[in-house]
């Protein structure tokens, strides 16, 4: 079992940038391959950025690449996201997600944990 506790969301200007934080608990932390997702009002949950349970391997949405950066300490049980040159378009409801599953990473079925989100809005 994994709980996950999302933070570090709020209101940013266009350009600027902000830290998300995901918690977990469980002593198994780091058998899991951890993700954000993102969900702005009337769409549907999408991938942003995943990172393998060793931190060696990751993967991104191509609408993020080169502004935000996944990292993980297994020893802390945390993962951040890091997202630099925010836009609007970036506006969502932001979700951690913990995954033991080794295939199909970027798809939110193969996630069963998740945390309660944190709300990310960029103005413009």
């Known amino acids: 079992q994994v709980q996950l506790v999302e933070s570090g969301g709020g209101l940013v200007q266009a350009g600027g940038s902000l830290r998300l934080s995901c918690a977990a608990s469980?002593?198994?932390?780091?058998?899991?391959?951890m993700a954000w997702f993102r969900q702005a009002p009337g769409k549907e949950r999408e991938f942003v950025t995943l990172?393998?349970?060793?931190?060696?391997?990751?993967a991104y949405a191509d609408s993020v690449k080169n502004r935000f950066t996944i990292s993980r300490d297994n020893a802390k049980n945390t993962v951040h996201l890091q997202m630099n040159s925010l836009r609007p378009d970036d506006t969502a409801v932001y979700y951690c997600?913990?995954?033991?599953?080794?295939?199909?990473?970027?798809?939110?079925?193969?996630?069963?944990?998740w945390g309660q989100g944190t709300q990310v809005t960029v103005s413009s």
């Open positions: 469980g002593r198994t932390f780091s058998a899991y391959a």
């Open positions: 997600a913990a995954s033991n599953s080794r295939i199909n990473l970027m798809e939110r079925e193969q996630y069963g944990y």
């Open positions: 990172i393998h349970w060793s931190g060696g391997s990751t």
